[in-house]
């Protein structure tokens, strides 16, 4: 987390939205895909409907009006015509379409394990249908079956032996368990096989497609939003904080930013603008006053030298620098405590006033002994006053010479 926390709030966005995005496009693509799935999938088990209705409408118009003529023509027997008219329906096509029963005349109509399974189904409890994908050689296919039912005209030929033509006698022998049916019995199926190898690739390819045109609309979606995202929010917002480093920098608060629009941004800008403008005002004000301390100390009749907590002199009248026989130039800047005899007691009391509050030479009137520029020393009585500025005190030292 320390990692994502050091990105860039657009690399953060960035990743977030394509995060959030690619896993919007998977679930979309995958839903797609199963949708396209089923449907094929209820295609080919319409197609397959299609074709063993077929074929049982063939079949049971053939038994009811063909009564005499399988005898001299094979061809017309109901079942043989049926398949091969359905054969030819289907000729050019995959699909595989066969007539099956578990007591079949013809071993070519012998069932295999799935069809023996669904059949044995049938017989056992009436169902409409059946359909299953299953690997057939490895390879995915649609097995449906449709379950044909004996009526009267059926059992000519599929019910006694004594009473079937000839020809079926001649074939099948008494005793031939293809014989014995009776009305509303299950004799057999109608058997279809979809390959569905061809089809899911079809989709499979689909698939890829979408990702690939899902992940160009990723792309220029991210791009544009990130464009945006940084154009109106953070080249903004950096604008405004290098603003603020540039002032803390230079300390130069007449610096206004352009406010476009009322928006959060507008308004980050427009704060910052009010906060330039106090921050402006109050240092006019302090530069005002130090002003008016500065020429107050000016015409004042005694010594006087303003220094910070470390000694350093900032702020001198001319009587202190005549005292001390220096420029104001080069006094400012100096140590209060190199013109003292004892400068390290006065070092002491400022610390014990910083960390104390208050300090024996502070506030009170002293003897103190200071040295000019040549070296000499003369006796002066000093009163140290503070001023708090800007959080640090600043301690003002009046000197006044005794003559002696
Ligand atoms: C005219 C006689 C005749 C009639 C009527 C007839 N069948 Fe058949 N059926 C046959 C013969 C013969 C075969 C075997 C055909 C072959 O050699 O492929 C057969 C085969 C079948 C088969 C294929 C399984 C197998 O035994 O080889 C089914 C299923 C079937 N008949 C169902 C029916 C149904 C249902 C009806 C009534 C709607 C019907 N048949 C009417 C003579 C008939």
Redesign the pocket.
């Known amino acids: 987390m320390t990692i994502f926390s050091r990105r860039s709030v657009n690399t953060k966005y960035n990743i977030i939205s394509t995060l959030l995005l690619v896993a919007l496009f998977m679930a979309l693509a995958y839903s797609n895909y199963r949708r396209e799935q089923s449907l094929i999938l209820k295609g080919a088990v319409d197609n397959a409907r299609i074709i063993s209705r077929q074929i ?1 409408e063939t ?2 118009y ?3 009006s ?2 005499s003529e ?1 005898e001299h023509n ?1 061809n017309l ?4 015509a049926a ?1 091969r008219i359905a054969r030819q329906l289907t000729r050019g096509s995959n699909y595989y379409v066969r ?3 578990l ?4 071993p ?2 012998r069932p295999d394990r799935f069809e023996a399974r669904e059949l044995t189904t049938f017989r056992d409890a009436k169902a409409a249908e059946t359909w299953q994908v299953t690997d057939v050689n490895g390879k995915k296919a649609l097995r449906y079956l449709l379950p ?4 009267e ?6 019910g006694s032996y004594d009473t ?2 000839a ?2 006698q001649r ?2 022998p008494r005793g031939h368990f ?1 014989y014995g049916y009776k009305v509303g019995e299950v ?3 109608v058997s279809v096989s979809v390959p569905m190898e061809g089809l899911y690739r079809q989709i499979g390819a689909n698939l890829r497609w979408d990702v690939l045109y899902d992940g160009l609309v990723l792309l220029v979606f991210i791009l544009i939003s990130g464009s945006i995202i940084r154009r109106t929010i953070l080249t903004p917002v950096k604008n405004v904080a290098a603003h603020i480093a540039a002032v803390a920098h230079s300390g130069n608060f007449t610096e206004r930013l352009v406010q476009r629009g009322e928006d959060e941004i507008g308004e980050l800008i427009g704060s910052f603008n009010e906060l330039m403008a106090e921050l402006d005002r109050k240092t006019v004000q302090r530069v005002e006053s130090e002003d008016r301390y500065r020429n107050f100390i000016e015409i004042a009749q005694s010594p006087i030298v303003t220094f910070m907590t470390d000694g350093k002199i900032i702020i001198s009248n001319q009587k202190a620098e005549k005292m001390f026989g220096l420029t104001k130039q080069e006094l400012l800047g100096q140590s209060i405590f190199d013109f003292m005899e004892h400068g390290e007691e006065l070092q002491r009391a400022v610390a014990e006033y910083f960390s104390a509050g208050s300090s024996n030479l502070i506030g009170t009137t002293t003897r103190q002994k200071v040295r000019d520029v040549c070296g000499r020393l003369f006796e002066v009585e000093m009163v140290i006053s503070v001023s708090q500025s800007d959080h640090s005190p600043m301690f003002s030292a009046i000197l006044r010479a005794i003559k002696e």
């Open positions: 049982i079949r049971d053939l038994s009811k063909v009564t399988p094979e027997i109901p079942q043989v398949t007539q099956v029963s007591r079949y005349r013809n070519d109509n044909m039912v004996a009526d005209s059926c059992l000519t030929c599929h079937a033509p020809f079926v074939r099948f293809s004799i057999g199926a």
